[in-house]
């Protein structure tokens, strides 16, 4: 993503926000959007038919027809035949984060991922939900990821905010505090005779 | 310096284990977007301030430049090429700092304070942030301490003092950074610390000022902070804020007195001016940003004589320009001007013709320093400005073939010798003493029976007699740091005692 890109993409999420909230269909069009985006996870080829820019618009426009015709709401349908038109399709994917910001800032909601080395309970993600959402006074939404390469502990990840309470980085972190003490040392001291014995 | 054992070092080790608090650490973390010519456009980081300090993922550093309403547009200091689309940035929450400490003498680094010499590893005692508002006018007081540069030419005619700004100006290869080099080893056993600050200059030529500073013992009180042209803009961008942020510490911690030297602006102009493009800032005459006035005042502004209550100490400083042709009005070479209290002008023209420094006192000025000037240099020097200014327009006259009367011919003759004396050779600054002994015979019009030919050797060998035969000379000026009538004595019965002799050999040697 470039920044001119990001600048586009701004520009189509904003007016996709602000036609969705007229109509009070926000949660709508941004489900609808998410299921769009694993499709086209699951199924690249449709992505990049629908981003290539040689094609003419009525091939692009009579598939997008087909396949989403009757399953989208009218509003995303037609906005994804704009990106189609003006050539923006592979802004997609950055369309829906910033759809997605707009709409939880409106709606009072804060969207968080956690990951841990193993999976969690569904107990303890209410719990993890209930303490974010007394922290950041919102409504947590929270999604989980599994990595083993933490170690233990968990990594919360919310807006721009990382909070790292990992096994892998608090190991991280006595290495660099050792490691500093060690050259601190090294600066100050100078080794006894008896070192290598 | 201590010794430790093994198992104690591994006790210390042990301890700083068990003495570790594990803490929730909350970052503010953002995503690269964009990466390349040495600047990052960073996505997120809705918090991050202007001038924070950013980490990436590698470790390497940046600085937040533009704040935008998704991203941010900062400034790499390391290796950008290191850097990826989609790192993870994130934000100290400090503002760009430099380590600085007593270590620091007499080395050479990059602005971001590693070294650059072959020496040990530089351990901090503080970081001092790069950008500082300047102290108001409660901390300050006028200047009134002299700082010599130890040319006569600038001593006797542009005195600079403690806490002033003295633009040196010219064209290229007019001995601008030979004037700073010989002000550095004047400061030998002055209670000065040096700053040079080189920007964009040639790595060969820094490591010959390093040589040239070593030989004449001045590096014990120096410090070199060099970002050469091969650097990146960003570090030629820093550069002159850390070397005032690293005099500053020698100011504020130690009260001592401090001379930074930055080598030079006009090349750290462009450095920003690369940077405010690449990161789209609307240029505007010659296409530099809007703000480089500020860039330059924010930075000069931090020199200072500190009131007694601070503790008195002092930050001079001497930013160089390079003009091109002499166009002193120009953007850069204009701000700076308007900035400084004055400067140094060097011309071409001296320079080949032989007058070096090749000061143009005709248009050099400083408008502080005055007040600085030692009284000993004031009472020999007061007229020497307005005699050259008279020199240079009786010697347009002379060219014409007009024919002179006597009185005119003599005074042209007079101020030949003086335009004479005022030559000196690089690397060799002259004390205060020997500067007033000279111009003082010269003044006195005791050099009028010399051939202009033999002035030089005249000086040398008359300092030589006035160091062996009239010592006492010295230590009045040392004490009273003024020409007191006794003082004036022993001149002029010095110069009498020498002159005849030296006339004489000389006409020995002709004949």
């Known amino acids: 993503m470039k920044t001119k890109q990001l600048h586009h993409a701004y520009y189509y999420a904003t007016a996709l926000y602000e036609l969705a909230k007229e109509q009070k269909l926000l949660d709508q069009i941004l489900s609808e959007m998410e299921e769009l985006a694993q499709i086209f996870e699951l199924v690249p080829q449709a992505r990049q038919f629908l981003e290539l820019t040689f094609l003419s618009d009525d091939v692009k426009q009579a598939m997008l027809e087909k396949v989403f015709g009757k399953s989208l709401h009218p509003i995303l349908f037609f906005f994804l035949k704009i990106l189609v038109v003006k050539d923006h399709f592979s802004l997609f994917p950055t369309v ?20 841990t080395a193993v999976p969690l309970k569904d107990a303890e993600i209410q719990e993890i939900e209930q303490m974010l959402s007394a922290y950041f006074h919102q409504q947590a939404v929270v999604s989980t990821f599994v990595d083993q390469k933490i170690l233990g502990g968990m990594i919360v990840h919310v807006k721009d905010l990382w909070l790292d309470s990992s096994i892998a980085s608090h190991l991280k972190r006595i290495h660099k505090k050792v490691s500093a003490k060690a050259q601190e040392l090294a600066h100050t001291v100078e080794l006894s005779p008896d070192y290598h014995e | 310096m201590k010794q430790f054992k093994a198992q104690e070092i591994v006790a210390l080790l042990k301890q700083e284990i068990q003495s570790y608090q594990p803490t929730l650490v909350m970052e503010q973390v953002g995503k690269v977007i964009e990466v390349g010519d040495g600047i990052a456009w960073v996505y997120g980081l809705q918090n991050a301030m202007a001038g924070e300090m950013l980490e990436f993922e590698n470790g390497e550093i940046a600085q937040v430049f533009n704040l935008e309403e998704n991203y941010v547009g900062t400034i790499i200091l390391g290796d950008y090429l290191k850097i990826k689309e989609g790192e993870s940035v994130r934000s100290t929450g400090k503002l760009m700092s430099v380590p600085v400490g007593k270590d620091i003498l007499g080395r050479v680094i990059n602005p971001v304070g590693q070294p650059k010499d072959d020496g040990p590893t530089i351990v901090p005692e503080k970081y001092y942030p790069l950008e500082r508002i ?17 040319l006569k030419s600038i001593d006797a005619m542009i005195p600079i003092g403690r806490g002033q700004r003295e633009l040196i100006i010219g064209d290229r290869k007019t001995g601008k950074t030979a004037i700073a080099i010989d002000t550095i080893i004047n400061q030998k056993d002055q209670d000065v610390i040096c700053v040079y600050v080189a920007i964009g200059q040639k790595e060969s030529t820094v490591a010959a000022i390093k040589d040239t500073l070593q030989r004449h013992g001045a590096m014990g009180y120096t410090i070199i902070i060099d970002a050469s042209s091969s650097e990146t803009a960003t570090l030629q961008y820093i550069a002159p804020y850390a070397g005032c942020a690293i005099a500053e510490y020698f100011m504020y911690e130690h009260n001592r007195h401090t001379l930074v030297i930055y080598d030079d602006l006009s090349k750290h102009a462009a450095a920003y001016r690369q940077l405010s493009l690449l990161l789209r800032r609307p240029p505007g005459r010659e296409a530099y940003p809007g703000d480089i006035f500020y860039l330059h005042s924010r930075l000069l502004e931090r020199s200072i004589k500190l009131s007694k209550e601070r503790g008195g100490g002092s930050l001079t400083a001497l930013p160089i320009i390079e003009t091109q042709e002499g166009e002193v009005s120009a953007y850069i070479p204009t701000n700076v001007i308007s900035i400084t209290d004055g400067q140094i002008y060097l011309t071409p023209e001296l320079f080949f013709s032989g007058i070096r420094p090749a000061v143009d006192v005709g248009i050099s000025v400083s408008r502080v320093g005055g007040k600085a000037q030692t009284k000993a240099m004031q009472a020999v020097a007061k007229n020497l400005r307005l005699e050259l200014a008279n020199y240079r327009e009786l010697e347009a006259f002379a060219q014409l073939g007009t024919e002179l009367d006597k009185t005119t011919e003599i005074q042209l003759e007079r101020d030949r010798r003086l335009v004479e004396i005022l030559k000196q050779d690089q690397y060799h600054p002259m004390p205060v003493a020997e500067q007033v002994a000279v111009i003082f015979v010269g003044i006195e019009g005791y050099l009028d029976k010399i051939s202009c030919s033999q002035i030089s050797q005249f000086e040398k060998e008359f300092l030589e007699y006035l160091k062996i035969h ?4 010295h230590k009045i ?8 009538p006794e003082a004036k004595e022993i001149l002029k019965q010095a110069i009498e005692a020498f002159l005849p002799g030296f006339i004489a050999k000389s006409q020995d040697k002709k004949s």
Do not use: M, W
């Open chain 2, 477 to 484: 000026i040392a004490s009273t740091r003024n020409l007191t």
């Open chain 2, 470 to 473: 009239h010592t006492e000379y």
């Open chain 2, 134 to 150: 300047a102290p108001g006018i409660a901390d300050r007081q006028p200047v009134f301490e002299s700082l010599q540069t130890g």
């Open chain 1, 96 to 115: 829906l984060h910033l759809y997605c910001k707009l709409t939880d800032e409106s709606l009072g909601r804060v969207r968080a991922s956690v990951t």
